[in-house]
């Protein structure tokens, strides 16, 4: 079996470069892959040709966000009814054996919809430790049901996106993969864990395509205005009151701890709370250019 995987780039050559490395030398499991470039320009799509791998490139004329991109290799990919799909970060590093403990998986539970790994931050803003539980990968040798994983390396039965639909384009980037794990489940698959399938990820790393300062902001606003919109999409008006202050303390805690990481930036802190207030309000202002917000 060939395993279609697709990696998602945005002016991230390097990672992308580290992560198609890792990848390869990993795994047993043949893979097609797929590097959709999500609107780099010439230059950086030109390098991504020279890579010494072989991929197959989609370009993409400009930045549309993780949902729309991912949604345009995933469309390529179902043309040729595949049982599982890879999906990717390109900010992923992949210990020997990741993936392959993720198919066997897959193959042996049925009802998975998604079949995640472990999951090891190389950077953070507040931690530096394994994200489940905070327990080491060694601990939980046995796969296990969770409600909800980050989309940073998904193996995804493609049954699911017949049934389930693909991502919410109405997302930019942030809390799409909860949205679709909530989907997912409510069409009565499971979302499984692989404690011993490692995958290291640089936290921020797949924003990185912007200057620093221009970047936290990015980042800011659409993770907000992600938080926003998943509210607004799942929660009836009494719930979505109470969430809402729960959401904002939420948010004024990551405004400051990027604060203390970065420095204060008024402009920054004024996005965040613009882009909650956005994806409550349904409004749609994902324009990579951070001049026009």
């Known amino acids: ?136 990968a060694t601990s939980q040798l046995r796969p296990r049901e969770v409600k909800r994983a980050a989309a940073f390396c998904w193996l ?25 794990c909530r989907r997912v489940t409510r069409f009565g698959y499971s979302v499984i864990e692989v404690p011993n399938s490692l995958v290291y990820h640089k936290l921020e790393g797949s924003d990185a395509g912007y200057g620093q300062v221009a970047a936290s902001r990015f980042r800011l606003y659409h993770m907000s205005r992600g938080r926003g919109l998943y509210l607004r999409k799942h929660y009836n008006r009494i719930a979505l009151c109470a969430l809402t202050l729960l959401a904002l303390a939420s948010l004024a805690r990551d405004v400051a701890a990027s604060t203390l990481t970065k420095g204060f930036d008024p402009r920054g802190v004024y996005l965040a709370f613009r882009g909650f207030a956005d994806g409550l309000a349904g409004r749609n202002r994902v324009s990579p250019n951070l001049d026009s917000l």
């Open 156 to 180: 995804v039965n493609a049954n699911v996106f017949s049934s389930v639909g693909l991502f919410d384009e109405e997302f930019f980037f942030g809390r799409e993969d909860d949205d679709f």
């Open 1 to 136: 079996m060939v395993l279609p995987c697709i990696i998602l780039n945005f002016r991230g050559i390097r990672n992308t470069e580290q992560c198609l490395s890792s990848l390869l030398a990993s795994t047993k499991t043949p893979l097609r892959i797929f590097v959709v470039d999500n609107g780099s320009g010439p230059v950086e799509q030109a390098a991504l040709e020279r890579l010494p791998f072989d991929v197959e490139l989609l370009n993409l004329p400009q930045n549309i966000g993780f949902a729309k991109g991912m949604n345009m290799g995933i469309r390529v990919v179902l043309a040729s009814n595949p049982t599982s799909i890879l999906l990717l970060n390109n900010d992923t590093i992949f210990q020997g054996g990741a993936v392959d403990a993720l198919v066997r998986v897959a193959e042996e539970v049925q009802e998975a919809g998604i079949v995640v790994p472990n999951r090891t931050f190389h950077r953070s803003i507040l931690r530096d430790e394994v994200a489940t539980n905070g327990e080491p």
